[in-house]
Structure formats: structure tokens, C-alpha cells
């Protein structure tokens, strides 16, 4: 790390430079580039998304998306996952390029940043382990509970449910969320959380299982207070198979 | 502008600083932040996109996206409009943001650049126009015949292309590359030449038709050499209208 001496020096060859060469610095780009991370979690009907706390200044202190600036020699997707780790200590091997937010040139008000957010998707039985582990920095906050955020990232949420809500007709995104065995009533309670309404159990059910990627096994519920239930669980083999014939995933909502 | 006296100044500063403070610059981000348009457009069964001819060096010359450095203050999508503006003198009123490019590190060789890559179509009767006006920057290229690009841009125009095809089976978005009037064979055509599969014409027509926003007008055809055609005409008020009653468009092909 710098002297105090060193780090004095440069900053004020470069406030000289700032101030007698303004017409040059406002012709070098000053934007900075981050990465946010939008992990959602599902558990017991409730979708979570994870959140850490940030101090700003001496006396602010605001829940935000993980995230931070990009290494000069780091991949964008590397990145994401580095401060994910860092800041939360959760390991995600895949995330999904949302979208770049930098039309609001103010959404930093310190600088101008350009965030570049990436999505995913998070099996339910790692909620409770983070949740002991890093409660003070890290938390998993249910959708309905997200509070005021720094920055833009209420926004960025929103988007990033908007997308989830859309893949879930068209991709099988919803085992993703779910730990390995799940109840059919548990997948079907996901897909009403998510959509925010009700769907045809029976329809969706029918539907679900002619896929054949969807397989019962021999595991069964002692948990439920009802008649005993079949665990389920998704075939990923039978899924990649069936999309190289030119399968297409589609569930219809009314 | 700099008077050379203060450039060479402001030069020896910089290269003082980098040297003696290199542990310093290295904590620094220098990654600079660009934006590129694919601009698609629609011609006699061929599909176009819009590219710019670029020097770097004394010789090399190379065909690549229209695109440059993001402003300071200026928000993404001002910054892709004006780049348009300026290197190929095409307005597009409405720009879609496919994906930001910055995982390979090296994408650009002079520096880090990390490009945020939108995509528009343009109406067909725009093709002839600007390859009049602009031939020696700016040409309109067959999709087929794109040559080597400069930068990663052969990669970021197929995962437009990829988008394009996507898109169309779940948005009118054919509509954008036709003129105003159009021959219900030239739709079939475009679709056959975005999908590059034969469609089968029938059902397509039939399908398109029960919406109910694509409209037969009462031109006629007088080119044509086979029996007199309708033109049709795309209701974008109807449509609206559809979507707000929960409407979904979505064409499947075999």
C-alpha cells in the first residue's frame, strides 16, 4: 500500500491537474463499471432475495444487492461471482446477464456508475445455512419485505422478478429453486408465489408430468399432516435429452 | 483545445505518476465503457445489417457495428442513438439492449473495453435511401455476407440474430422490417428468411389472420406477375389493445 507521504503527493499533483487542465479531464471518460447480483431463494411459499448492508458516510446505513466494481483484468461473470463470495459468502456457479443499468446517469451519486446485473437461482435448502452464518452482513429478505435500497437496485429487483415471472412459462426454472426431492404441491405453491396468483392444480399437474422430465420416486412425505405424499424429482438428463430433439418448455396460465 | 506546451505537460506528469506510483494506478479502474447498435433491415427475402467501415492504424481497414465511447453525463441509450447518428446518419427512434459484452478481457486490443450492445429494425423502405447517402461509411450488409468484423462483433451480431429469431415466434416484431403496406407473401418470406427454415404458408396465414391485427387493405398489387395481391397493413392500435386484455402472440413453427 501507498506512504502517507506518497498517497499525499499524487493527490495533489493530480488536484492540480484536475483544476488547471479541467477542458482535458472532461474529455477522458470517467464512468465507473460494477456488477450487482440478484440471487433469489425460495422456502415454505415465501420467494427471497439476498440482501447485504452497506454503510454509507458516517451514519447511513442502507440494504443493498451484493455487488462492486469490476477488477481491471476480471471477467464481467467473474466478477459477480467474486463479490457474491466476498459479501455473502454464497457460491453461485451460474448467473444470468439481466440487463446493464446507465440510462440514470445520477443512479451513484457519488460517481457515475454503470452496473451490470446478473440473476440466479438458488436451491431452498442453502437459505437456512447462510441465513446463521452471515446474518449480520448478509440476509435473505422475503420479496414482500424488501425495504428502501441504495441506489437504483428497488428497480433492478423489480426487473429482475419481471424476468423470473416470464421464464418460469418457458423454461423449467422452478426445480432450480427447489431442493433435490419436492412434493408436487411444493412445486406447484412455487409457481403461485411467483406468479402472484392462482393456477389450475390439476391442469398444471396433467401438464407438468406429460413432459416426462418430472419423475415420482419411492421417497414419501411423513412430514404432511394429510394423506402421505410422493417426493418428486427433476430429471436433467431426460430435460437435455428431450431439448435436443427440439422440445420446447411451455406452461400456459389463463 | 490543449495548447502543446500544457499537453506535454500534463503528459510528463502522467507518465511521473504511472511510473513512481505504479501500485496506486493498478488499484484504480481503467476499463472504458462503449456501446454498439445492430441495426437490422429487410429486403426482397434478404436480411441486412448496418455496418461501418473503421481505420485503425495507418492500413487496416475494417468493417465493424456502428458504436463508441459512453459520454460522461450521457445516459446508454443517448449514447447508442447519437453513435448511430454521427457514424452512419440512421435516426432509430427505439433501441433494445441485447447483452453487455465484457467477459473476454482482451475483446478490444488497445484497452479494456466493455461494450453494452443494442439492436433495432428499420422499416425496408429505409435500406435503399441511406445506401445512396452514406455508401462509403455506412452500408447495409446481407447477413450472409458479413465479412470479418473488427473486435468481438461477429459474435455480438449473432447473438442478435439469435435474439431476432427468438423474438419473432413471441412478438409482431416482423411487422418493424416491412414498409407501411406489405404483400402477405413478403411476411411468409421474411419469416422463412429470419427463421432460415421453410415455413409451411397455410397455417402461418391462417394463424397471423385469426388475430386479428393484420389488417387487408384495399391496394392491390400491380407488380406482381402472377394474379393481383392485397396489401395488408399491421393495426398497431388493435394490437395494443389485444395485449391489454392479456393477449399473448406466439407463432410456433414444426
Redesign the interface.
Known sequence: ??LEK??FF?DT??HY?CVN?T??F?MI?????AVDAIVFGYQNGKLYVLLIQQKFGTSETYWALPGG??????????AVQRELREETNVEVNYLE?L??F????YRDTRN?V?S?AYFALVDSSKLSIKADTDAEHAQWIEINQIPNLAFDHNKIVQKAIERLKAKLTYQPIGFDLLPKYFLFSELETLYCTILEKEIDRRNFRKKILSFGFVEETDKISVHNTGRPAKFFQFNTKKYNQLLQEGF?FEI?FA
Do not use: C, W
Not at 471518460?29 to 463499471?33: A, E, F, G, P
Open positions: 500500500m501507498l506518497e498517497a499524487v499533483l493530480l491537474l487542465f477542458h482535458l472532461s471518460q470517467n464512468i465507473r463499471i466494481l469490476v477488477g481491471n483484468d476480471e471477467p464481467l461473470k467473474e446477464q440487463y446493464t446507465g440510462d440514470d446517469v457515475r454503470i451490470v420446447h400456459k
